[in-house]
């Protein structure tokens, strides 16, 4: 691939992530499942049973367990690199001594190593860090021990993402050298020492898979060593070609009640994960979100897009009930229905050509398809034949009353003589311009961009029986209003956030056509007892 040229079939995925609505529909998407996880967790990992059957016994006094070390108590610690190559031994990279158990600032720390790369490591070889904290308690006499290990190698599962102009090369077909799992490096890790003072009889499940006893009658601080934070495009790839890696070390006091935060996500990361209800590049994408965004516009966000949810819900609502048993469509676009139900399934064979959508982003996109293809029985009569194609679709009766079928049809007749010549300049140029995976790839990839960029096109088919009919009466105009505070919603978040300007465009197509229909409103007073259709000269109904 030339450098910048970018294939044509990543640009809607781009805007899908980084544009208004994929950005709104990702953090909702993390909500929602964050608690449904929270809820499982707590039904499926904790237990009420033992409670339960023994709640007619006298129950002994419960054993409280204080922590080892209290407010100012010192900490000193010592960071060995280990490699796992036979014969090797731990070599200390780091030492720090007096590091008090509190919040003060004095006692963040951080270090740049240098780690070279033995040929061991480089031919898929392991390596960790392994501490040694020395706790200086008030409540002993004696220092006492603690020690934690951390993985700095991992296997990661990497997709190559095989592409090929498709006039000058044959597409790659996929093979099993193309996923495959390579060794990396991870190449940061925090070391933090959980703050936590409280007194437990019983520890919260957050902690209680890693809590340890000292003596029966304290608890180890948690101090751990992790990678949480650490993106997947991060790591480091080790192969003969690396003589060395970077390790960026970091010690800070943590609060108990974050670290509580961030077991609970790594939960819903792991169920979400083992059910395929959320891809590890949706967690990752979460991550760069919390980690690259300021945390007022981060808070504006998340109470904008309930918002937005609640929008959502109610433009659906709305079109439900304005569908739903409707047999008068003079005035209507059975058309626009059409294109919304063709176009919701080209988006969703793009998306899941793609390879990178899980089906918690697919299948509401599926559910959606079947309304669209509800909403196209309003319009048309559909039923299945013997002789191909095998599905008959006709135009209702309802819809010619008063000419309405005329307008749309002429409406879509010289909307076909704009789009048809874009979309066959458009595919002949991005064929010789961009790299695609396959022949479909291109296909679906064409088709998909052409509605991100050009969709707004297809919306003017309404506009031009209003401009005919000199209405806009039949209009479902709860919808548009409740669709429309949405992409205002939209449009703000195209302003703040990163994305190719064809795509910021995008966001601004659905302002024209609604900023028209305003203007249409506006312009052609509604009047409930006018028959604006029987009064519409029949010049105009075959115009």
């Known amino acids: 691939m030339q450098p910048g040229n970018q294939p044509a079939q990543q640009a809607p995925q781009e805007g899908n992530q980084a544009g208004g609505r994929g950005f709104l529909s990702t953090i909702l998407n993390f909500v929602i499942l964050y608690f449904v996880f929270s809820k499982l967790a707590e039904m499926f990992f904790t237990s009420s049973s033992t409670s339960k059957s023994s709640s007619s016994l006298p129950k002994p006094p419960k054993i409280t367990y204080p922590n080892i070390l209290q407010d100012g108590d010192k900490i000193d610690f010592k960071i060995f690199f280990s490699s796992d190559e036979p014969g090797s031994n731990p070599e200390l990279i780091w030492e720090q001594y007096g590091l008090t158990y509190d919040f003060a600032p004095e006692n963040h720390r951080e270090l740049d190593v240098s780690i070279p790369l033995t040929s061991y490591l480089q031919t898929n070889g392991t390596a960790s860090l392994n501490a040694e904290f020395i706790l200086h308690t008030s409540r002993f006499q004696n220092p006492v021990l603690y020690s934690a290990k951390k993985k700095l190698t991992k296997y990661v599962t990497f997709a190559k993402e095989t592409t090929v102009n498709l006039m000058s090369g044959e597409p790659v077909v996929k093979s099993a050298e193309d996923e495959k799992k390579a060794m990396h490096f991870i190449p940061e890790i925090e070391i933090h020492a959980v703050h936590d003072v409280n007194v437990y009889s019983d520890f919260p499940p957050q902690i209680a898979d890693v809590i340890q006893i000292y003596q029966n009658t304290h608890y180890y601080p948690i101090i751990l060593l992790s990678d949480f934070w650490v993106l997947k495009d991060k790591l480091i790839p080790l192969n003969s070609t690396l003589s060395e890696v970077k390790l960026k070390l970091t010690y800070d006091s943590y609060w108990v009640y974050k670290y509580f935060m961030m077991k609970q996500f790594e939960l819903s990361q792991t169920i979400g994960s083992t059910y395929g209800l959320q891809s590890e590049h949706e967690y990752d994408l979460m991550k760069r979100m919390f980690l690259e ?63 990178e959508t899980s089906w918690a982003v697919w299948l509401p996109m599926t559910v959606g398809i079947v309304i669209e293809l509800w909403k196209l029985t309003k319009g048309f009569d559909i039923s299945i034949k013997n002789t191909f194609p095998f599905l008959s679709v006709k135009g209702k009766e309802a819809h010619k009353e008063g000419g309405t079928d005329l307008l749309d049809n002429v409406a879509a007749k010289y909307l076909s003589y704009i789009l048809m010549p874009l979309i066959l300049i458009f595919s002949i140029y991005s064929l010789y311009a961009y790299e695609y995976k396959s022949w479909w790839s291109w296909f679906i990839g064409t088709l998909a961009t052409f509605i991100y960029t050009a969709g707004f096109i297809m919306m003017t088919p309404q506009l031009y029986i209003n401009y005919k009919l000199k209405s806009v009466a039949h209009m479902p105009w709860k919808v548009l209003t409740y669709k429309a505070l949405n992409t205002f919603i939209d449009d703000m978040f195209a302003f703040i956030i990163a994305m190719p300007i064809m795509h910021r465009l995008a966001c601004f197509r659905d302002d024209i056509i609604f900023v028209i229909y305003l203007y249409q409103k506006w312009s052609y007073r509604v009047d409930p007892n006018r028959h604006y259709l029987d009064d519409l000269p029949e010049k105009d109904k075959t115009d």
């Open 293 to 355: 965004t300021n945390p007022y516009f981060l808070g504006l966000t998340l109470v904008v897009s309930f918002v937005h949810m609640i929008f959502e819900f109610m433009a659906f609502k709305s079109e439900i009930e304005f569908w739903k048993g409707r047999q008068n469509l003079k005035g209507l676009s059975t058309n626009m229905l059409l294109y919304n139900f063709v176009s919701s399934i080209i988006i969703l064979l793009y998306l899941l050509d793609t390879g």
